[in-house]
């Protein structure tokens, strides 16, 4: 091979070379990727709210009304009387309808409604509805033919645990907790169950005796849970009927505007006192002495009057419907 045609093809092989080299260094731009997303690793921080407004939560209130009533006295057994129910409770409620936590009876229908309120949206409603006044059903007066409370009414079974308990069964009394006329408590949270509907308060006595949930916090499930267990049926729904009969002492009482009209003038009342010394000194006795009151005033340590419950009036039982 001649001289010349080697330093050709060398030449050929130091451009390729060449070639190669330059096509390695030339840099061949990368599309700029989207920006990387970060995120807290600490939780974000739980809503917070302050005392509910009345005004704005009776403006939410009209979405509540088709279940719960304008004022929050249902007429549907299936949803519950929440007039008179404290500001603390129902926020509580509606958050756990939010969150999923709360999602037995009726928590399906809840939840989208919750799902829109922001934590002082559910104070607001709870402010307002607490300003209502709870209304209240009857209790069933029918007499128990069979079992341990034979021949008692019917929600006097349920009477005995609201107001006594049972100590042999580690029962404690309902109203230590709900008050003797079922206002609740609104410091810890404990509800209004007074006037309840008896169909609603059965059903949650019996999720209660069942002692499932799914709360992150179970503290306050757990309270009931553990009261509600030894309870029977027949109890259950004994207490479901005393409640909802059950209401203030305060709403037996009421004035007659006539009454006050015709009330005697104060000249007309000094007169009547008088004739009733004078007949006060003519019933003396003969020796004397002035005739004993006809009543003594009460003694200031008298336990408190009761809270009344409604009872049905007593009628006869209607024949069994051979149909079903």
């Not at 079922?182 to 509907?197: D, I, K, L, S």
């Not at 006795?285 to 419950?309: I, L």
Request: aromatic share 6%.
């Amino acid at each position: 091979m001649s001289h010349a045609r080697v330093l050709g093809i060398a030449g050929l092989v130091v451009f390729a070379a060449a070639a190669v080299a330059y096509a390695q260094t030339t840099v061949t731009p990368v599309p700029d990727a989207a920006p990387v997303e970060t995120a807290p690793l600490e939780p974000a921080a739980p809503e917070h709210a302050t005392w509910g407004d009345v005004q704005n939560g009776q403006t939410l209130a009209g979405t509540c009304a088709a279940c719960h009533g304008l004022d929050g006295n249902s007429e549907i057994p299936m949803y519950p009387r929440i007039a008179g129910q404290s500001e603390r409770y129902i926020a509580h409620q509606l958050a756990l309808f939010k969150s999923g936590e709360r999602n037995d009876g009726m928590a399906a229908v809840m939840k989208p409604f919750a799902d829109m309120l922001s934590a002082q949206d559910a104070h607001d409603l709870g402010a307002y509805f607490a300003t209502q006044k709870s209304g209240a059903g009857v209790a069933d007066d029918s007499i128990v033919t069979s079992g341990p409370y034979t021949d008692m009414k019917f929600y006097e079974i349920g009477e005995q645990l609201f107001r006594g308990g049972d100590p042999a069964r580690g029962i404690p009394a309902c109203m230590a907790c709900h008050g003797p006329s079922g206002a609740g408590n609104p410091g810890p949270a404990y509800p209004h169950v007074g006037g309840q509907h008896a169909e609603y308060a059965q059903q949650r006595l019996e999720l209660y005796r069942a002692g499932t949930t799914s709360r992150t916090d179970p503290r306050l499930f757990n309270i009931m849970a553990t009261i509600a267990k030894p309870l029977t049926d027949e109890e259950i729904g004994s207490l479901a009927s005393y409640m909802q009969g059950l209401h203030p002492a305060a709403d037996d009482i009421g004035v007659d505007a006539t009454a006050v009209a015709a009330a005697p003038a104060p000249a007309a009342v000094a007169a009547a006192e008088a004739d009733n010394t004078e007949a006060a000194d003519a019933d003396s006795n003969v020796d004397g002495s002035a005739a004993p009151d006809a009543a003594e005033p009460p003694a200031a340590d008298a336990p408190p009057a009761e809270a009344p419950v409604d009872a049905a009036p007593a009628t006869e039982a209607e024949p069994e419907d051979p149909q079903g």
